[in-house]
């Protein structure tokens, strides 16, 4: 149980490649608690088994820079540190973390992996049905991945054996925050009856995971949402009472803003039905949820509510969906929209005369129809062609981005530019696991000089 009246938590990290200076801020002030790192998306994980089976690592690319940077303010001021960033591979994560830890001569400190949510060795176990029209049996052969969506268990039992550093693989994004509120502040683990602690815990998880989009990041748009310094824009920090007693905030004297504005925005972000917010530690209704500005950058939430968890975990599974060819090139001047348009013309027919047959071929004028079709746009004075394809084999893939290449001196005039690149894609579809078929492990290890 915390001996303080409220629990600070900050947000260091929204996604797998994001900036470090904010998490640096965050680290030196010492009264925050935990420092959190949410760094996976949907085909994260995914993507680090693919880099991890050619040789890789397997865990975020960012975690040696991002640990050298905050460990030594978080180890003097005393911060957890909570983070997904293990992704594939958190065992190996952790260990580097102890070695930069030793090298820095933080001896003594104890730091946690996290693992269990790779699923791929039980696909006899998942639910038949998955979010695409095809079940889990079609994506046997091609699977690369396939990761159940963990909750705020492992890491409350890391939490518990003493760790400083919580390196995880999939998590849910709102258990890193959650897991410290339940620790710390004692709340039971979520079942039974609905749960406004529960509710709200999950609220601030959810509102910090993007870290500077509830800082006015993804809020900004100029002359009609104008955000401040967003070079230096600011990270959230969550203030969380013991009845769950909530405040999104951020340091003074950094950029961006929290609004009443921002948080709803937040709120809002990738919830389907904000009613029932599913998640591994509970089944969270947001409809209630009301915001209030209590102070220069500080909002009070308050009305979440939380339901039991479900008795199923989401599964992501990642699979080989072949080869991806880019090509790209501008055309700029008068009559630039129709140079483009018949490049692209020239492109397709280039395809049926040397019979590449791309599994899907997309033709897109950036800046004119490549996100809302045409809409009418009066004729840019630049525009860039680019045509990409998925293909089943990567000869196709790069036989597509050199058709456009070759517009340099084949096609119409003016075109410059040029570029290409081929990559293997996976794709990413969703089902379900009964928990019975999930067993998170925990090792905790303590560094040694």
């Not at 915001?291 to 479900?310: K, L, N, Q, S, Y």
């Not at 040397?354 to 004729?379: C, I, K």
């Not at 004075?381 to 050199?402: F, K, N, P």
């Amino acid at each position: 149980m915390s001996s303080r009246e409220r629990l600070r938590i900050g947000c260091g990290a929204g996604y797998a490649g994001d900036r470090i200076e904010p998490a640096v801020e965050l680290s030196a002030d010492p009264s925050l608690d935990y420092l959190c790192f949410e760094c996976l998306g949907e085909r994260t994980v995914a993507l680090a088994r693919r880099r991890l089976a050619d040789g890789g690592h397997g865990y975020n690319p960012l975690l040696e820079e991002r640990t050298r940077a905050v460990l030594g303010n978080c180890v003097r001021n005393g911060i957890t540190i909570v983070t997904n960033m293990g992704a594939a591979n958190p065992t190996a994560a952790a260990a580097r973390v102890r070695e930069i830890a030793a090298d820095a001569g933080h001896d003594g400190l104890r730091v946690a992996a996290v693992t269990g949510s790779d699923v791929s060795d039980r696909l006899d176990d998942l639910h038949t049905e998955t979010t695409e029209a095809e079940p889990v049996a079609a994506y046997r052969d091609r699977t690369v991945a396939a990761d159940a969506y963990l909750g705020v268990e492992p890491i409350l039992v890391a939490l518990d054996r003493g760790a400083d550093v919580v390196v995880t693989g999939r998590v849910a994004d709102a258990s890193l925050f959650l897991a410290p509120l339940l620790y710390d502040f004692d709340w039971p683990y979520p079942h039974g009856e609905p749960s406004e602690r529960i509710g709200q815990g999950i609220a601030a998880g959810h509102l910090l995971e993007c870290a500077g989009q509830v800082t006015g990041g993804y809020f900004a748009d100029p002359g009609r949402a104008d955000v401040e310094e967003l070079a230096s824009l600011g990270f959230p920090i969550a203030e969380v009472g013991p009845e769950g007693e909530l405040t999104i905030t951020k340091l003074p004297g950094t950029g961006g803003t929290v609004t009443t504005e921002t948080c709803t925005q937040q709120l809002l972000y990738e919830v389907h039905d904000p009613s029932t917010y599913l998640g591994p530690d509970g089944v969270a209704d947001f409809s209630g949820v009301s915001f209030a500005g209590i102070g220069p950058e500080a909002v009070r939430v308050e009305g979440a509510v939380a339901d039991p968890p479900p008795e199923t975990l989401k599964v992501s599974l990642g699979y080989d969906a072949g080869y991806r060819g880019v090509g790209e090139i501008s055309y700029a001047g008068p009559n630039a929209r129709a140079r483009a348009e018949l490049a692209g013309r020239i492109v397709r027919e280039r395809l049926s005369i040397r019979g590449l047959e791309p599994r899907e071929l997309r033709t897109d004028l950036v800046g004119v129809d490549s996100l809302h079709g045409d809409v009418g746009t009066v004729d840019p004075y630049e525009v860039r062609l680019r045509v990409a394809a998925r293909c089943v084999d990567e000869s196709t893939a790069r036989g597509v981005a050199r058709e456009v290449e070759t517009l340099y001196t084949n096609g119409p005039a003016g075109g410059g530019g040029a570029r290409m690149e081929t990559d293997r894609v996976v794709g990413i579809v969703s089902t379900l696991v009964d928990r019975e078929h999930v067993e998170p492990t925990v090792s905790v290890v303590e560094v040694e000089g």
